[in-house]
């Protein structure tokens, strides 16, 4: 069975300042990972998303992401938050032969002025 | 814009009625998927449909069902409506019919309010 864990259900950080979320997952097979990004009344769009080789992803926006296998985390970074960053994060894991991908519980990041 | 379609924006009814909402994937898409999302439950997986056919299920209650027609549009029904089935409701699409490797394009969701 495949799961993620997302550390923080609130982070906040100051324009300009690094994001980082954090997230974990367990997977018995080689995961497929993902990042999506919810803004205020909107639906979920992928920022990033691995499946083997380059185990540091770039996304849109300035996000990336890095895979570590010894530790089961695929954290996402941003070197300098913008306002506009505000907006609901979620981490998914899937792998081959699944059929749905998981999500974790989310995210919410604020950024103050 | 994803290019998935939701239908409507919003839903107000009472406990009790039955509602239908609708998805129509983007372009080329064969697989549609129903999320449930709710302060406190979070984004819950209903179901998964591709080229018409069921495949993979999640939180789905049996007062919900729901299906994928010829031209790849979905409905998902909920019937029995109870307060605790407020909530946004999205459908997603991807190309292939692997839910778990595929990027997912959601649409903008529908609110549904249960008073």
């Known amino acids: 069975a495949q799961s993620v864990t997302q550390l923080g259900s609130h982070v906040s950080v100051s324009e300009g300042a690094l994001v980082l979320l954090r997230c974990n997952y367990s997977?018995?097979?080689?995961?497929?990972l993902f990042w999506y990004v919810q803004y205020p009344n909107q639906g979920l769009q992928l920022l990033l998303k691995?499946?083997?080789?380059?185990?540091l992803v770039k996304g849109i926006n300035g996000f990336e992401a890095e895979f570590k296998k010894s530790e089961t985390s695929f954290h996402l970074t941003k070197p300098s938050a913008h306002m506009s960053d505000a907006a609901e994060y979620f981490c998914?894991?899937?792998?081959?032969?699944?059929?749905?991908?998981?999500f974790g519980a989310g995210t919410r990041l604020f950024v103050k002025a | 814009d994803s290019g998935v379609t939701q239908t409507p924006k919003h839903l107000i009814t009472a406990t009790g009625q039955r509602v239908t909402l609708r998805c129509s994937p983007r372009s080329g898409d064969l697989s549609v998927y129903w999320y449930q999302q709710s302060l406190d439950q979070g984004l819950q997986f209903l179901i998964h449909y591709y080229n018409g056919e069921e495949r993979a299920k999640g939180n789905i209650l049996e007062r919900f069902s729901a299906q994928q027609f010829p031209d790849l549009h979905s409905e998902l029904n909920l019937s029995s409506l109870e307060l605790g089935d407020s909530a946004l409701y999205f459908c997603?699409?991807?190309?292939?019919?692997?839910?778990?490797?595929?990027?997912?394009?959601f649409g903008p969701g529908t609110r549904l309010t249960v008073l």
């Open positions: 997603a699409s991807s190309l292939r019919t692997s839910g778990s490797t595929d990027t997912q394009y």
């Open positions: 691995y499946t083997t080789g380059a185990t």
């Open positions: 997977s018995s097979v080689p995961p497929y």
């Open positions: 998914a894991v899937g792998s081959t032969g699944g059929f749905k991908t998981i």
